[in-house]
Structures are given as structure tokens and as C-alpha cells.
């Protein structure tokens, strides 16, 4: 029943932590092809959203649909093995490692087979052709956002904005169907946030479809053909940019906070 444009579907979803209702009946969808913006004001509920769907956190009642699928409770490797993979609001690189070794290994709970799909499809190959076909998709990877120069520092060096490149690289690795971006530009530079809007873009037209949560909403409007604002755990509007931006209650949601 879910059509097939639309890549993840949220219906009546909600989660609790003791007595903090964080989402509470929140319904949304996702289309295929698209980039879409989650916004609202700090703690509207948006990362506990988020952690629903990857199956960081197991949700209290609600269905999460992806691909059609029904993908409600699974985990995260589970989740992210369907194709649907996320980046945290803090980055999550391996500081002690080099930006090439993160991107070799990935993230550690959403490599799994589909990794190795990805870099090498079709039948099993041998070994040494593995190796080669992931060398060249990590150098790939590593150009298009624009941080091969970087391949040799350790990543616990680099600036805010270089570990949200590289964050956003180890996601795509994995060729994900749907890619989550919590707070892509938090702590960016603006060359570094307009290098990063310009790779989600390119991504996008390639058929890449996005949903990034941003607190700001100034940032991320004009890049999203679909809003939606969350506020104290629900839905409170949605529609494309210039109708959001004028919506009384949304504006009334950011003035409260
Ligand atoms: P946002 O990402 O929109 O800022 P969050 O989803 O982080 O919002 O938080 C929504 C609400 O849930 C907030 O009131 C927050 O304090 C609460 N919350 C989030 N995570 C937890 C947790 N692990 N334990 C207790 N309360 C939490
Ligand atoms: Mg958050």
C-alpha cells in the first residue's frame, strides 16, 4: 500500500524515555529522488525520530515503512543493510585511524554484506580483486568530496566541517537508498557548508534521495523540495520552503523556544 515513489514512510510513530514524551504520533513520508528537510526547534524530537527509524532506539508504537517494507524494531545493521543509512549529529569517524582507514572500514554497524555489494556486484571475486575494487571505490569516494588530499592525516585532526565530509563519504559507501543526515552543517564553515551542500545536490541528481534534520532553518530551506516541521514531538507542517517559511505556526514554534 505504500506507493512507489515514496521511500520511507512514518506513520503514528512515538517514543518515551521515562516521562518525556519525545515523539509523540508523528507521521511523515519520504520520496524517492528527493532531498527533505526534518526541522523544529531544540528538542521538537527530531533526533529521537531519527534513532527511531535506524533502529537505534525500538519505538513504543508506530510503523516505519522503507521500500515498502516494514522495517518497525529491526536493528540497525539490520536497517542500514536495506539501504537506509545515517550520519550523528556528532560525528562518529575514528579518531585514531587515517580518513583513508575510515573509509575502508566504514561504519562498523552498517558495512555488512552490502558494503561489498556495493563495491564489488554481481558473483564472488577473489580476494586480491575485492581489495582492488574497494581501494577504488574509497579513492572514488574520497575525490568526489573533495578530501583525497586529507587520505594520510588522522581523522580525529580534521576541522568540524572536514569530519561531516567524511562522515557523509563513509555513508555513502555503502550506495544507500536513503541517507539521514542529522545536523549535516553544525559546527561547518561556509565554504565547507557549500562544498557539502553542493556534494548532497550532485548525490540528489544522480537519483540519491535525503532527509536532513536541521535546527536552523535558514540553512537548509532552499535546498529542500519538502519541508517538515516537528514541534514537542508531532507534525506540525508540512509543504515545500516558501510555504513553510511564511506558516505562522512555525514561526511562532522558533519564537517560543
Ligand atoms: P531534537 O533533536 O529535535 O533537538 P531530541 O529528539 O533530541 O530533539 O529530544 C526530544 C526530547 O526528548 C527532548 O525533551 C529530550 O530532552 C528528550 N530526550 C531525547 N533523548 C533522550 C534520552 N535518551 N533520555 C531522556 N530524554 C531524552
Ligand atoms: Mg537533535
Not at 26 to 54: H, Q, R, Y
Not at 133 to 143: I, K, S
Not at 161 to 177: F, H, I, S, V
Not at 216 to 232: A, L, N, T, Y
Amino acid at each position: 500500500e505504500t506507493p512507489p515513489d515514496v521511500r520511507l514512510q512514518v506513520r503514528n510513530l512515538r517514543k518515551s524515555f521515562g516521562g518525556v514524551v519525545a515523539v509523540d504520533d508523528m507521521s511523515f513520508a519520504v520520496e524517492a529522488g528527493t532531498i527533505t528537510g526534518l526541522i523544529g526547534p531544540n528538542g521538537a524530537g527530531k533526533s529521537t525520530t531519527f534513532d527511531c527509524i535506524t533502529g537505534a532506539h525500538e519505538p513504543d508504537g508506530g510503523t516505519v515503512r522503507f521500500n515498502g517494507e516494514d522495517i518497525t524494531g529491526l536493528r540497525p545493521d539490520q536497517i542500514a543493510s536495506r539501504g537506509l543509512v545515517r550520519t550523528f549529529q556528532i560525528a562518529r569517524e575514528l579518531p585514531e585511524m587515517t580518513v583513508l582507514e575510515n573509509l575502508m572500514l566504514a561504519p562498523p554497524d552498517q558495512v555488512g554484506e552490502r558494503l561489498w555489494r556495493s563495491v564489488v556486484p554481481g558473483a564472488r571475486r577473489g580476494v586480491v580483486e575485492q581489495e582492488r575494487a574497494l581501494r577504488d571505490r574509497v579513492w572514488e569516494t574520497l575525490e568526489f568530496f573533495e578530501i583525497d588530499h586529507l587520505a594520510r592525516q588522522e581523522a580525529g585532526a580534521l576541522s568540524g566541517g572536514q569530519r561531516k565530509l567524511l562522515e557523509m563519504a563513509r555513508a555513502m559507501m555503502t550506495d544507500p537508498d536513503l541517507l539521514l543526515l542529522d545536523e549535516p552543517l553544525a559546527g561547518v564553515n561556509p565554504t565547507l557548508e557549500e562544498k557539502l551542500l553542493d556534494r548532497i545536490h550532485d548525490l540528489r541528481d544522480q537519483g540519491y534521495t535525503f532527509l536532513i534534520v536541521e535546527h536552523d532553518m535558514d540553512v537548509i530551506m532552499d535546498h529542500c523540495e519538502h519541508v517538515i516541521v516537528m514541534h514537542q514531538g508531532s507534525l506540525l507542517a508540512e509543504g515545500p520552503p516558501a510555504e513553510i517559511r511564511s506558516n505562522e505556526r512555525v514561526i511562532d514554534a522558533y519564537l517560543g523556544e
